[in-house]
């Protein structure tokens, strides 16, 4: 393909993908495929020759988009957010065409030295505690990982060799690998399930503890666990604490925990995982849920979700990044270069990975493309979005809000037992108009609506309320109240139908029955 072939195949790709984004609510969200559904509409083998990109351009709509759940879609509310905008796809598009592999500042200067100065930006933007950020005069800074998955692990391998080297010095009888046997770390209930694996991956034992009501993590808790683990002859040495966990976006308490971790007698390695909701803290009104940050050793954040960034970026801040580069520095000779050490870091060793990509390109676009104001102004929308949808199921007396909204996501349930709301579930994928999962959390089973796409506005939201209590009217329907319910009436006024139980109408909410 000569340059004359490429422009104009470029252009056509620039507006295809345009065109897929202004008109994605023309697309069914949800895919309607079955495993190997592809296997049949290509051969067995690769070309033996070149084919005009014309004909694979064809293939694009022939056999993937059918494939293809559409995660920017105002109708897909599952997970979190997947970050999107048209600065952050320009950015990934020269960061392919340049294709440096940035381990070292001598790999390439621009790509290092953009990304501490675009992780200070974004840490001060947050107003995270200055020792986080390059600029300030210890070894703190940030790093741009793939995943906080990838970030998790990698804390709790460097808080492993931290705790292995001090707890070696003082018991010199004792191997490694006897001290790796006793050490503990801990986790909420609530906590992502990257977490545990960390735990496996590190061959450390991860505990988790209860949370309270609004299923966060507390102090107490922390302290009794540590208490009990200390008297069974192991060693505390790790916790990641969540500020807006996966299933309900609940925040853990830092003033309480950080305490504990940092005392003299733990000096535990505290972690903060705030992928999704750690966004949010550009905006001044929501940093109160992050207080006691300044106790954390490592933080970490995924502009990827919330922050208009398509996957993957990921950023994480030390404060010491010497425990880091102390536990996975390796360095033969094909990788030392003359300016190592002189003012910038060789950021292969603040990462499991050896290469890695220009990502801080797109980070850079985005935030000069929308500027502080309008970041903070598309998170204040997705938050707006998100009270009005509860507003609408609060509305509806059949359904109940199962925890605060406070960010862009709203757990809500049909009054009754899990099954009802399993069966909602399963008649609202089927419909497949809009899209939902489920968490469980004290063993309650909730239905979660994540505001996902920048493009998603109120008409949005007030059709996916449409579509869940259709949905609801045939469950409803199907499966009538049990006989714990049979004098409740379900009075909406935004629904097509009432319920009838035992051939009479009557006004009030259902009771709740205990779950199962």
Partial sequence: MNSEQFCENGRKMVDYISTYLEKIRDRHVVHNVTPGYMRPLLPTEAPQDPEDFAEVFKDIDKIIMPGVT??????????????????????????????????????????????????????????????????????????IQSTASETVLLCLLAARTRTLDKYQQTHKHMDEMEVMAKLVGYTSDQSNSSVGRSGL????????????????????????????????????????????????????NLEELGPICKCKQEDMWLHIDAAYAGSAFVCPEFRHLMKGVEYADTFSINPHKWMLINFDLSVMWIKDSSLLVDAFNVDPVYLRHENAGKGAPDYRHWQIPLGRRFRSLKLWFMLRSYGVTGVQAYIRKHVSLAKEFEQMVLNDSRFEVVADVIMGLVCFRL???????ERLLEEILQDGRIYLIPAIVHNIYTLRLAICAERTNSDDIAFSFSVIQSCSDRVLKRFPPTDDLRKAVIDVSDSQCSIETNGKYSNGDSPKIPYH
Avoid: Q
Wanted: charged letters at 20%; aromatic letters at 10%; glycine letters at 12%.
């Fill in 201 to 252: 991956l590190g061959a450390v034992r991860m505990r988790k503890l209860d949370t309270d009501d609004k299923f966060s993590l507390r102090g107490e808790t922390l302290r009794k666990a540590i208490e009990e683990d200390k008297a069974s002859g192991l060693i505390p040495f790790f916790l990641c604490a969540s500020l807006g966990t996966t299933g309900t976006c609940a925040f853990d």
């Fill in 70 to 143: 559409h995660w920017h879609s105002p109708r897909f509310h599952g997970y979190f957010a997947a970050g999107n905008s048209y600065p952050s796809i320009l950015g990934d598009m020269l960061s392919d065409a340049i294709g440096c592999i940035g381990f070292s500042w001598a790999t390439s200067p621009a790509c290092t030295e953009l990304e501490v100065i675009t992780t200070d930006w974004l840490g001060k933007m947050l107003g995270l505690p200055e020792e986080f950020l390059h600029r300030s005069p210890g070894r703190g800074g940030g790093v």
């Fill in 415 to 421: 009054k009754g037992n899990n099954t009802t709301t």
